[in-house]
């Protein structure tokens, strides 16, 4: 349903955009939200987007992080500027559709290296 990808290994400071795809409309999602998680940490919330396009962040990447999406290509993003080591995570993106709440996926992997 939801597949991420574009992680990678990168310096810090350096950006990097995630990609969350559909394999449907983005607009039948009512509310989607990224997380990460690192190493021996719990999954933390990254930023949200409803469907009607209201966004909403985590005060840990306001500023550097962005969501935003692509109607034609059924694409959520998540583009991240100033990466830090401390960013390094799986990062994973969850949709809800009304009321069912979707599957985690395997996630994408952020290195930064400094």
């Known amino acids: 349903q939801l597949v991420e990808s574009g992680g990678g290994l990168v310096q810090s400071g350096a950006s990097l955009r995630l990609s969350c795809a559909a394999s449907g409309s983005i607009f039948s999602i009512k509310h989607l939200g990224w997380y990460r998680q690192a190493p021996g940490k719990e999954r933390e919330f990254l930023g949200s987007?409803?469907?009607?396009?209201?966004?909403d962040y985590a005060d840990s990447v306001k500023g550097r992080f962005t969501i935003s999406r692509d109607k034609d290509k059924n694409v959520v993003y998540l583009q991240m500027n100033s990466l830090k080591p401390e960013d390094t995570a799986v990062y994973y993106c969850?949709?809800?559709?009304?009321?069912?709440?979707?599957?985690w996926g395997q996630g994408t992997q952020v290195t930064v290296s400094s």
């Open positions: 987007i409803t469907a009607g396009g209201t966004t």
């Open positions: 969850r949709g809800t559709w009304g009321g069912y709440i979707g599957p």
